[in-house]
C-alpha cells in the first residue's frame, strides 16, 4: 500500500519533475564543528553537495534552507506548498522536542514530510526522545548519520509518478 499519493509533475515531454526541500533547523549550520562522536565529521554545506549531486543525477529540482529561527522555517515550509512542492525532508534539531508553532506549520501542508535526525534521539537525553513533529510526518529516519538525508531523499524518488 501506498503511504502518500506518487509526487511529481507530468511536463509535455513526459518526464516527471519533482521538487523538494531539504530543511535544517537550529544549529545545525555548525555540524563538523564540534561533537563529530554524535554527528560525524561533515559540515551541512558537504551534505547539501552530497544531496545536490544525488538531485542532479536523478532529475530533481532541489532546494536547500536552514535557519535558526522558527518563524523563517514555518514560512519555508509554506512557501514550497504553496509553490507546488512535492516534498521535505526536514531535520528540525532541538526544535523537534517542544515547537507547537513547527508542528503545526506540517500540519497545515499537504505536502509530505520526511523528519530526519543525524543522532538516535531516542538513546540521548530524556527531553530528546520525543519529538512532536514526528506524528504530523509521513516518517521519520533517526540514527543512521548523515545517510538519514539520502535515504529521506530517496524514499521521494521512489514516490515518483512513473518510477
Ligand atoms: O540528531 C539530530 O539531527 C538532531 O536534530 C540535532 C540537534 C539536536 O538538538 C536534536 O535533538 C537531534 C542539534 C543540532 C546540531 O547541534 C550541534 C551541536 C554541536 C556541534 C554541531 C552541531
Not at 509530505?112 to 526522545?129: A, G, K, L
Request: proline share 3%.
Amino acid at each position: 500500500m501506498e503511504r502518500c499519493d506518487k509526487i511529481g509533475k507530468k511536463t509535455q515531454g513526459e518526464e516527471k519533475t519533482v521538487r523538494l526541500l531539504i530543511l535544517n533547523g537550529p544549529n545545525l549550520n555548525r555540524l563538523g564543528k564540534r561533537e563529530p562522536e554524535v554527528y560525524g565529521t561533515k559540515s551541512l554545506v558537504d551534505i547539501e553537495s552530497d544531496i545536490l549531486k544525488l538531485a542532479t543525477e536523478h532529475n530533481v529540482d532541489i532546494d536547500f534552507f536552514q535557519s535558526n529561527s522558527e518563524g523563517d522555517l514555518i514560512d519555508k515550509i509554506h512557501e514550497l506548498a504553496d509553490s507546488g512542492g512535492d516534498g521535505i525532508v526536514f531535520n528540525p534539531g532541538a526544535f523537534s522536542h517542544y515547537s507547537i508553532a513547527l508542528r503545526d506549520a506540517v500540519a497545515s501542508v499537504d505536502v509530505p514530510v520526511v523528519e530526519i535526525h543525524i543522532s538516535n534521539i531516542h538513546s540521548r537525553e530524556t527531553f530528546r526522545h520525543t519529538s512532536i513533529i514526528a506524528p504530523v510526518c509521513i516518517g521519520q529516519v533517526t540514527g543512521l548519520g548523515v545517510f538519514g538525508y539520502e535515504l529521506a531523499f530517496r524514499y521521494f524518488l521512489s514516490q515518483r509518478k512513473g518510477d
